[in-house]
Protein backbone atom coordinates (compact mmCIF):
# COMPACT_ATOMS: atom_id res chain seq x y z
CA UNK A 1 0.00 0.00 0.00
CA UNK A 2 1.87 2.79 -1.16
CA UNK A 3 0.73 5.84 0.49
CA UNK A 4 3.07 8.39 -1.11
CA UNK A 5 2.84 8.32 -4.84
CA UNK A 6 5.49 9.52 -7.75
CA UNK A 7 3.82 8.13 -11.54
CA UNK A 8 6.14 9.38 -13.00
CA UNK A 9 9.33 7.61 -12.95
CA UNK A 10 11.49 9.98 -14.90
CA UNK A 11 11.40 13.05 -16.83
CA UNK A 12 13.46 15.04 -19.31
CA UNK A 13 13.58 18.82 -19.36
CA UNK A 14 15.74 21.31 -21.27
CA UNK A 15 17.83 23.52 -19.55
CA UNK A 16 16.63 26.67 -18.81
CA UNK A 17 12.80 25.77 -18.56
CA UNK A 18 10.40 24.98 -15.74
CA UNK A 19 10.85 21.33 -14.38
CA UNK A 20 7.67 20.41 -12.51
CA UNK A 21 7.67 16.94 -10.44
CA UNK A 22 4.23 15.67 -9.00
CA UNK A 23 3.57 13.56 -5.85
CA UNK A 24 0.25 12.28 -4.72
CA UNK A 25 -0.49 10.71 -1.02
CA UNK A 26 -3.68 9.26 0.16
CA UNK A 27 -2.94 9.49 4.23
CA UNK A 28 -5.09 12.48 5.30
CA UNK A 29 -3.21 12.65 8.26
CA UNK A 30 -0.13 13.69 6.68
CA UNK A 31 1.00 17.38 7.63
CA UNK A 32 4.46 18.01 6.72
CA UNK A 33 6.15 17.26 3.56
CA UNK A 34 9.64 17.47 1.96
CA UNK A 35 11.41 16.78 -1.19
CA UNK A 36 15.14 15.25 -1.40
CA UNK A 37 17.41 15.15 -4.18
CA UNK A 38 19.58 12.23 -4.97
CA UNK A 39 22.74 11.63 -6.74
CA UNK A 40 24.27 8.95 -7.69
CA UNK A 41 26.46 6.88 -5.26
CA UNK A 42 25.27 9.66 -2.38
CA UNK A 43 22.61 9.90 0.16
CA UNK A 44 19.75 11.47 -0.34
CA UNK A 45 19.83 15.58 0.29
CA UNK A 46 17.02 17.74 1.97
CA UNK A 47 15.92 19.98 -0.71
CA UNK A 48 12.40 21.58 0.71
CA UNK A 49 9.97 21.20 3.01
CA UNK A 50 6.31 22.58 3.29
CA UNK A 51 3.62 22.59 6.54
CA UNK A 52 -0.01 21.66 5.89
CA UNK A 53 -0.96 25.15 7.03
CA UNK A 54 0.67 26.49 3.88
CA UNK A 55 -0.06 26.01 0.38
CA UNK A 56 3.38 27.38 -1.08
CA UNK A 57 7.21 27.26 0.08
CA UNK A 58 10.01 29.01 -1.78
CA UNK A 59 13.59 28.92 -1.66
CA UNK A 60 15.50 30.26 -4.25
CA UNK A 61 14.86 28.48 -7.72
CA UNK A 62 13.11 26.17 -6.07
CA UNK A 63 9.01 26.05 -5.18
CA UNK A 64 6.91 23.44 -3.55
CA UNK A 65 3.01 23.63 -3.91
CA UNK A 66 0.46 21.73 -1.53
CA UNK A 67 -2.81 21.23 -2.52
CA UNK A 68 -4.40 19.56 0.23
CA UNK A 69 -7.87 19.24 -1.01
CA UNK A 70 -6.56 16.72 -3.84
CA UNK A 71 -3.78 15.75 -1.90
CA UNK A 72 -1.20 16.87 -4.43
CA UNK A 73 2.23 18.30 -3.90
CA UNK A 74 4.75 19.56 -6.42
CA UNK A 75 8.35 20.87 -6.83
CA UNK A 76 8.87 23.21 -9.32
CA UNK A 77 12.43 24.22 -10.63
CA UNK A 78 13.14 27.64 -12.40
CA UNK A 79 15.09 27.66 -14.50
CA UNK A 80 16.30 23.57 -14.69
CA UNK A 81 20.32 23.50 -14.71
CA UNK A 82 21.96 20.62 -15.48
CA UNK A 83 23.15 20.36 -11.86
CA UNK A 84 19.19 19.28 -10.95
CA UNK A 85 19.95 16.16 -13.12
CA UNK A 86 19.06 13.98 -10.44
CA UNK A 87 16.50 11.28 -8.46
CA UNK A 88 14.07 13.21 -6.75
CA UNK A 89 11.84 11.92 -3.78
CA UNK A 90 8.90 13.35 -1.43
CA UNK A 91 8.13 12.56 1.37
CA UNK A 92 5.36 12.76 4.00
CA UNK A 93 4.78 12.40 7.80
CA UNK A 94 2.21 12.90 10.14
CA UNK A 95 1.89 14.47 13.32
CA UNK A 96 3.32 12.27 16.24
CA UNK A 97 4.56 9.39 14.21
CA UNK A 98 8.32 8.68 13.55
CA UNK A 99 8.06 7.58 10.44
CA UNK A 100 8.71 9.57 7.26
CA UNK A 101 6.75 7.77 4.01
CA UNK A 102 9.11 8.29 1.08
CA UNK A 103 7.70 7.89 -2.49
CA UNK A 104 9.49 6.03 -5.10
CA UNK A 105 11.26 8.63 -6.93
CA UNK A 106 11.42 10.50 -10.13
CA UNK A 107 14.75 10.95 -12.20
CA UNK A 108 15.01 14.20 -13.56
CA UNK A 109 17.27 14.57 -16.90
CA UNK A 110 17.71 18.10 -18.22
CA UNK A 111 19.38 18.38 -21.47
CA UNK A 112 21.78 20.80 -22.04
CA UNK B 1 32.60 17.95 7.93
CA UNK B 2 32.08 14.36 8.07
CA UNK B 3 28.61 14.06 9.05
CA UNK B 4 27.38 11.04 8.35
CA UNK B 5 29.92 7.64 7.47
CA UNK B 6 28.73 4.28 6.62
CA UNK B 7 30.45 1.47 6.23
CA UNK B 8 31.06 -0.82 4.04
CA UNK B 9 30.75 0.54 0.99
CA UNK B 10 29.31 -2.64 -0.41
CA UNK B 11 29.71 -6.03 0.04
CA UNK B 12 28.82 -9.32 -0.99
CA UNK B 13 27.50 -11.90 1.37
CA UNK B 14 26.46 -15.37 1.11
CA UNK B 15 22.61 -16.04 2.63
CA UNK B 16 22.91 -17.52 6.12
CA UNK B 17 25.83 -15.49 6.99
CA UNK B 18 25.75 -12.72 9.73
CA UNK B 19 26.66 -8.83 8.83
CA UNK B 20 26.36 -5.96 10.56
CA UNK B 21 26.34 -2.35 8.71
CA UNK B 22 27.85 0.37 10.49
CA UNK B 23 26.93 3.82 10.62
CA UNK B 24 28.46 6.83 13.09
CA UNK B 25 27.32 10.50 13.01
CA UNK B 26 29.82 13.22 14.58
CA UNK B 27 26.54 16.27 14.30
CA UNK B 28 25.72 14.92 18.41
CA UNK B 29 22.05 13.84 16.82
CA UNK B 30 19.53 12.47 18.55
CA UNK B 31 17.22 10.59 16.78
CA UNK B 32 19.09 8.35 13.89
CA UNK B 33 17.09 5.86 11.24
CA UNK B 34 18.19 3.33 8.60
CA UNK B 35 16.39 2.79 5.24
CA UNK B 36 16.84 0.42 2.33
CA UNK B 37 16.07 1.41 -0.88
CA UNK B 38 15.27 -0.72 -3.43
CA UNK B 39 14.17 0.11 -7.14
CA UNK B 40 10.52 0.74 -7.70
CA UNK B 41 10.04 1.13 -3.94
CA UNK B 42 11.25 4.06 -2.60
CA UNK B 43 13.00 4.42 0.59
CA UNK B 44 11.79 2.19 3.16
CA UNK B 45 12.57 2.44 7.10
CA UNK B 46 13.58 -0.54 8.71
CA UNK B 47 14.57 0.80 12.51
CA UNK B 48 14.48 3.76 13.82
CA UNK B 49 15.94 5.22 17.33
CA UNK B 50 14.83 8.59 18.92
CA UNK B 51 17.61 8.53 21.69
CA UNK B 52 20.65 6.73 22.80
CA UNK B 53 19.30 3.68 24.26
CA UNK B 54 15.76 3.50 22.85
CA UNK B 55 14.99 1.81 19.24
CA UNK B 56 11.70 1.23 17.35
CA UNK B 57 10.21 -0.64 14.47
CA UNK B 58 9.69 0.71 11.32
CA UNK B 59 7.66 -0.32 8.25
CA UNK B 60 10.31 -3.51 7.19
CA UNK B 61 11.80 -4.74 10.43
CA UNK B 62 12.00 -8.35 10.07
CA UNK B 63 15.11 -9.87 9.53
CA UNK B 64 16.92 -6.98 10.77
CA UNK B 65 18.04 -5.71 14.43
CA UNK B 66 19.94 -2.26 15.52
CA UNK B 67 21.09 -1.06 18.95
CA UNK B 68 21.91 2.48 20.14
CA UNK B 69 24.45 2.12 22.80
CA UNK B 70 25.51 6.00 22.47
CA UNK B 71 24.27 9.17 20.49
CA UNK B 72 26.69 8.86 18.03
CA UNK B 73 26.45 5.12 16.53
CA UNK B 74 24.14 2.67 15.19
CA UNK B 75 24.78 -0.31 13.99
CA UNK B 76 22.29 -2.35 11.93
CA UNK B 77 22.63 -6.30 11.85
CA UNK B 78 21.32 -8.93 9.69
CA UNK B 79 21.47 -12.01 11.79
CA UNK B 80 21.04 -14.85 8.82
CA UNK B 81 21.12 -12.94 5.47
CA UNK B 82 18.43 -13.87 2.88
CA UNK B 83 19.00 -12.76 -1.33
CA UNK B 84 15.69 -10.61 -0.46
CA UNK B 85 17.68 -8.05 1.81
CA UNK B 86 19.98 -7.13 -1.46
CA UNK B 87 19.60 -3.52 -1.29
CA UNK B 88 21.75 -0.24 -0.57
CA UNK B 89 21.14 0.88 2.68
CA UNK B 90 21.26 4.65 3.59
CA UNK B 91 21.38 5.57 7.92
CA UNK B 92 20.22 9.36 8.73
CA UNK B 93 19.65 11.06 11.68
CA UNK B 94 18.64 14.26 12.72
CA UNK B 95 18.68 16.70 15.52
CA UNK B 96 15.66 15.62 17.95
CA UNK B 97 13.06 13.18 15.98
CA UNK B 98 11.62 12.65 12.38
CA UNK B 99 10.29 16.50 12.84
CA UNK B 100 13.52 17.82 11.87
CA UNK B 101 15.44 17.70 8.40
CA UNK B 102 17.20 13.72 8.24
CA UNK B 103 20.48 14.13 7.27
CA UNK B 104 21.87 11.19 4.78
CA UNK B 105 25.22 8.93 4.79
CA UNK B 106 26.35 7.72 1.55
CA UNK B 107 24.85 4.12 1.78
CA UNK B 108 25.84 0.57 1.70
CA UNK B 109 25.42 -1.55 -1.46
CA UNK B 110 24.48 -4.86 -0.36
CA UNK B 111 24.14 -7.84 -2.21
CA UNK B 112 23.33 -11.18 -0.57
CA UNK B 113 23.43 -14.61 -3.11
Known amino acids: DQQVKQNSPSLSVQEGRISILNCDYT??????FLWYKKYPAEGPTFLISISSIKDKNEDGRFTVFLNKSAKHLSLHIVPSQPGDSAVYFCAARSFGNEKLTFGTGTRLTIIP | TAGITQAPTSQILAAGRSMTLRCTQDMRHNAMYWYRQDLGLGLRLIHY???????GKGEVPDGYSVSRANTDDFPLTLASAVPSQTSVYFC????????????FGPGTRLTVL
Open chain 1, 27 to 32: NSMFDY
Open chain 2, 49 to 55: SNTAGTT
Open chain 2, 92 to 103: ASSERTVTDTQY
